[in-house]
Each structure stands twice: as structure tokens, then as C-alpha cells.
Nanobody
Framework: QVQLVESGGGLVQAGGSLRLSCAPS????????MGWYRQAPGKLRELVAS???????NYVDSVKGRFTISRDNAKNTVFLQMNSLKPEDTAVYYC???????????????WGQGTRVTVSS
């Protein structure tokens, strides 16, 4: 059973930084796209950033220039470096990954349990 384990959330003042990490446990054959989503109270979950295995990245406009997504393919880990945080970044952040867990299987989407980020003004 594959699980995604996130870490790095917390409380920070506006203008501060946090770094989120996410790594899967269980049987992993290959990982395709990895990404971070967030869901603020009363809002829909939105894609924050994603990264392909080859390193191509995509960001939501509101975080461009402030957040950086990266991954370590050897460790199957994805990171989200968040700088210049704003109160509107407050949300639960979820890791997502497309994972193939067996050699004869297909890619399936997995979600982490979420890590809370709170930015105070």
C-alpha cells in the first residue's frame, strides 16, 4: 500500500519561509508527475505547483516568483520551498503523485494526508 507522507507545515509570520517535503512509503516502481495542492477554508482545492520527472514545472500565478517546487528522483521526494509567505497562502497543503507500484500496473494518483500552513499578518 502506497502512502505519501508530508512534513514541514506550521505557523509563520507574513514574509517568512517554510519548506514542505513529501515522500512515499510502500512499493514504488516509478513516479510520474508530483505536485502540491492547497485548500483554504471555504475554498476549493487548487493546484499550487507540479513537476515532471524530467524537471518541468508549473505554478499557479499567485505563487510565481515566491514558491519553488523541486524533486529528488533518487529519493522519490518532492519539495515546496515557500518564500515571502502571505496570509492568503494559509491553507492545508496536500502532496499528490502519480505512482506505479508494480511492474505490470498503471499509474495511479495518490494523496498525502495534508499539512497545515498558517501565515499570520
Amino acid at each position: 500500500q502506497v502512502q505519501l507522507v508530508e512534513s514541514g507545515g506550521g505557523l509563520v509570520q507574513a514574509g517568512g519561509s517554510l519548506r514542505l517535503s513529501c515522500a512515499p512509503s510502500g512499493s514504488i516502481v516509478s513516479i510520474n508527475v508530483m505536485g502540491w495542492y492547497r485548500q483554504a477554508p471555504g475554498k476549493l482545492r487548487e493546484l499550487v505547483a507540479s513537476i515532471t520527472r524530467g524537471g518541468n514545472t508549473n505554478y499557479v500565478d499567485s505563487v510565481k516568483g515566491r514558491f519553488t517546487i523541486s524533486r529528488d528522483n533518487a529519493k522519490n521526494t518532492v519539495f515546496l520551498q515557500m518564500n515571502s509567505l502571505k496570509p492568503e497562502d494559509t491553507a492545508v497543503y496536500y502532496c499528490n503523485a502519480e505512482i506505479r507500484s508494480s511492474y505490470y500496473g498503471t499509474f495511479s494518483a495518490y494523496w498525502g494526508q495534508g499539512t497545515r500552513v498558517t501565515v499570520s499578518s
